[in-house]
Structures are given as structure tokens and as C-alpha cells.
């Protein structure tokens, strides 16, 4: 599974390093390293939502850090 995680700009205000590092944690703690890669991509077009842009199998999600574990367990190992 590939999970697009936007750097640009604007989501990096909203703390893309920090929705990185807690999937990244996850996916190690899951034991999915050889099953899920984080990507890094740009702009998505939803820079008006509150958290970063998130993209799964061409679903963009909202993810705010203190969210992480929440959107992991229902979008990625629940997959």
C-alpha cells in the first residue's frame, strides 16, 4: 500500500513532520514495512483543511498529528 503524505508548503505549517514520524512509528510497531511505504508528494488541492493531506488508492484525507494513530488504524491496518 502506498500512503502520499503532501510536503508542500501549507501542510507543512500544520506539522507534516509530525503525521510522518507517527505513521512511520506505526508502521515499524505493525511490522508492515514491507507492506505499506510512505511517500511524499505535493500540493493536493485541500489546502483549506485543518490537518495534512493524506492519500490513499486516490482518497485524500485530512490528518492531524494528535490523529495519526486513529486514521492508521482505520484506514491503513484495517485495510
Known amino acids: ?6 510536503v508542500g508548503s501549507s501542510c507543512h505549517i500544520k506539522n507534516t513532520k509530525g503525521v510522518i514520524d507517527k505513521l512511520n ?10 507492506k505499506v511505504e510512505l511517500k511524499g508528494a505535493f500540493c493536493m488541492g485541500e489546502c483549506s483543511q485543518q490537518g495534512v493531506s493524506v ?3 486516490d482518497v485524500i484525507y485530512s490528518v492531524m498529528e494528535e490523529e495519526a494513530d486513529k486514521f492508521f488504524d482505520e484506514h491503513i491496518l484495517n485495510a
Open 25 to 34: 512509528e506505526r508502521i515499524k510497531a505493525e511490522g508492515l514495512e514491507d
Open 1 to 6: 500500500m502506498d500512503v502520499y503524505v503532501c
Open 55 to 57: 492519500r490513499i488508492n
